[in-house]
């Protein structure tokens, strides 16, 4: 098996990738972007650390590694176009994105992942190798959601859908059938966050997060972990659903042990 290649933003999804990793005896090589991943956790394997548009420096250092699998790990924050200084390879990238780079998260990540097999990588999803983290369908957690909030949870899934569609984000809270607030750049966090302060009634409201229709399975796959549990117990919300089999739990004991000491739902939907 192939020294697989982690390319790591933000949050915990990379140094779960390398847990499993070590778990299965698999050779590893983490690329974390520089201001984005968190250096400390992947410090202790074999690892450089690239700016975002030092494309040509991370392509080689992903093959002197004798990297031939990669996988897109972590959230980036979309840097603007002005600020970036590409090398040559990155120039070459730029090119390739065209108008991608000014639109949504799915164009702009296909083209990532059709730049990274043109260059000779294989691009493989986070579920592929953390298959056990993968939600799967029911109720994950001893507290069950109630009838109106599985009426929310489906008035969701057709919000997040319609939201997918556009390319706009992944996630979605409602309560008693109406939108709290859907997510959009900010990310998952502040939008529970923000729509703690809206919620009209104590322990209401359901976050609902699911990929989007068009979106790339390799890249950005919905993840919840023990912190979006702590956020949803903090905003004063009842629980979370989460697209069964598209949807990544990090920590999934922990963090399912963690939404039942706080009284926190999660179920996997279709």
Not at 188 to 200: N, P, Q
Not at 240 to 246: C, F, L, T, V
């Amino acid at each position: 098996m192939s020294t697989l290649g982690i390319l790591a933003g933000g949050g915990r999804l990379p140094s779960q990738l390398v847990e499993a990793c070590q778990a299965e005896n698999r050779e590893c090589f983490v690329l974390a972007f520089e201001n984005a991943a968190d250096i400390e956790a992947i410090s202790h394997v074999p690892h450089a650390v690239v700016r975002i548009d030092a494309i040509g420096h991370a392509l080689g250092h992903l093959r002197k590694a004798g990297v031939r699998e990669v996988v897109l790990a972590g959230h980036l924050k979309r840097p603007s176009f002005f600020s970036l200084r590409p090398d040559a390879a990155g120039a070459k990238l730029l090119a390739r994105l065209g108008k991608a780079f000014f639109s949504g998260d799915d164009a702009l990540l296909k083209a990532v992942v059709t730049f990274l097999e043109e260059e000779g990588f294989k691009v493989i999803g986070a579920g592929d190798v953390l298959g056990a983290l993968v939600a799967s369908e029911g109720f994950l957690t001893r507290r069950r959601p109630t009838a109106r909030e599985e009426a929310d949870i489906a008035h969701g899934l057709r919000v997040a859908k319609i939201l997918g569609e556009l390319d706009i984000g992944q996630a979605v809270i409602v309560e008693h059938g109406y939108v709290l607030g859907v997510e959009a750049a900010e990310g998952t966090d502040a939008l529970i966050e923000r729509c703690g302060h809206l919620r009209r009634e104590a322990d209401s409201g359901v976050l609902v997060k699911v990929k989007k229709p068009a979106q790339e399975t390799r890249a950005d796959l919905p993840a919840i972990g023990e912190q979006t549990v702590e956020k949803i117990r903090a905003a004063g919300l009842a629980g979370i659903a989460i697209e069964a089999g598209s949807a990544l739990i990090l920590d999934k004991g922990k963090t399912l042990a963690r939404a039942n000491a706080l009284g926190v739902f999660v179920v996997g939907v279709k």
